[in-house]
């Protein structure tokens, strides 16, 4: 989770001239990908390095339990963060789109801007998401 | 960045080999495959009587509900479904994540992994 | 007691038979759950012992219509989250203890979603792709069922 205003910057290795504050919320297995982004050196933590983008990156189910705390995350964060669904479970509930307690989508609480498909998707395609800069590839 | 030749990365399909039976949409737990198809009399040159044939009309992976099971490549009796490494095709809307023939047609031959149960004509490139 | 024992109790012996295990040595506390059998809520713990990794599957079988256990979170602080799941999930009242929120639910009006009678109000609503029969070569003669549509469920 990240604090008021503040996500850690990140370089992207295969284009140094990219980097993007990514604030990560990890609701579940997704998010080791990402955490494996970062520890082989696909992402390089930079905390000083100016950005022009900033991504609220869902990685996981999205619980009715956590549902208001993804809405405040965002809040939480410039007004131009960019929300990535990261995963099938982000994108649309995933395998537990029947699941009562399933919120089928991180985009019926917040506005989308990428949508990453996955389950999980590899932490190359993380990367690729965050070259293309929210268009579809 | 490649993943490796073996990676769940994307599902193609090969229009020439599929045959509508759709086991591989009754047997998606996640419901994510939809086919459309109608059958059309064909009388072949010399034969007594004509035999019903299926055309497919239309085929479809929701890959933002996929979770890449593998059960339709598994399920298949005519090997026209199989995995290939791309993984490059997020989107900016959920109907972007929703492939149809072509595009799922052209995974067979875009990617860089060789396959050898293909038969009948490619597609081309788009 | 042999590596990984299964030992089912009557539901009055629950607390009793795992505080005896707990002594014995079985001091970490796998997970608790329960398995819906329809008529019976069986309802299942699992220890371990830390130093000989001897582990005991502790069993208990509730009647489906009044599934009533004791707490042990007064042996097993952590069992707490588990038996708020196992009431959430299995409809399964423990008592004697205070905290009876839900874990992951907030709609308050569902009933228990693992229970095998409840049906999936997605599934039921969602057009099954598969029911199209229409496809040449899709059996006719075998009725095939949606995946995730269990027989069990109540209402159709």
């Known amino acids: 989770m990240t604090s008021a205003g503040g996500a850690p910057a990140y370089r992207v290795a295969a284009d140094p001239s990219i980097a993007v504050r990514v604030a990560n919320l990890g609701l579940a297995c997704c998010t080791l990908e990402v ?9 390089i933590a930079e905390d000083d390095t100016p950005c022009h983008r900033t991504v609220l990156l869902v990685s996981g189910t999205v619980t009715q339990a956590l549902a208001p705390a993804v809405v405040t995350a965002l809040e939480d964060l410039p007004p131009e963060t960019e929300v990535v669904a990261f995963g099938a479970c982000a994108t649309s509930g995933g395998p537990y789109w029947d699941a009562p307690m399933v919120v089928p989508g991180v985009d019926r609480l917040v506005k989308v801007r990428s949508y990453v498909p996955g389950c999980p998707p590899r932490p190359e395609a993380l990367v690729n998401a965050l070259l293309a800069g929210g268009d579809a590839a | 960045m490649t993943a490796p030749a073996n990676a769940r990365g994307v599902i193609a399909l090969i229009p020439s080999a599929c045959t509508s039976c759709m086991l591989c949409v009754r047997e998606c737990p996640t419901w994510c495959i939809t086919l459309d198809s109608h059958t059309e009399q064909v009388t072949e040159e010399g034969a007594r009587r004509p035999k019903s044939v299926s055309v497919l009309d239309a085929f479809s992976i929701d890959y933002g509900l996929c979770m890449y099971c593998g059960i339709c490549v598994d399920v298949c009796p005519f090997e026209a479904l199989e995995w290939h490494p791309d993984h490059d095709y997020a989107a900016s809307s959920r109907a972007g994540l929703v492939q149809a023939t072509d595009q799922l047609a052209s995974w067979a031959t875009r990617s860089s992994a060789s396959t050898t149960s293909a038969t009948g004509s490619n597609p081309s490139l788009s | ?80 989250w588990y038996e708020r799941e196992t009431a959430e999930m299995f409809g399964v009242r423990f008592t004697g203890r205070l905290d009876t929120r839900p874990l992951l639910t907030r709609s308050g009006d569902t009933r228990p979603p693992l229970l095998k009678s409840t049906p999936l109000p997605a599934r039921l609503d969602a057009d099954w792709p598969g029911a199209d029969a229409e496809a040449i070569g899709a059996s006719a003669r075998r009725r095939a069922r949606p995946p995730g549509v269990l027989e069990t469920w109540e209402s159709s």
């Open chain 3, 1 to 80: 007691m042999s590596r990984s024992d299964t030992v089912t109790v009557a539901p009055g012996e629950w607390a009793g038979r795992i505080s005896g295990l707990v002594g014995e040595g079985m001091t970490w506390l796998d997970f608790l759950t329960a398995i819906d059998r329809l008529d019976t809520i069986e309802v299942v713990v699992r220890l371990v012992d830390p130093a000989s990794h001897l582990a005991a599957l502790v069993v208990t079988v509730l009647p489906a219509g009044e599934p009533v256990l004791g707490s042990i979170t007064g042996l097993l602080p952590g069992a707490d």
């Open chain 1, 35 to 43: 955490e494996a982004a970062v520890r082989t050196g696909l992402l």
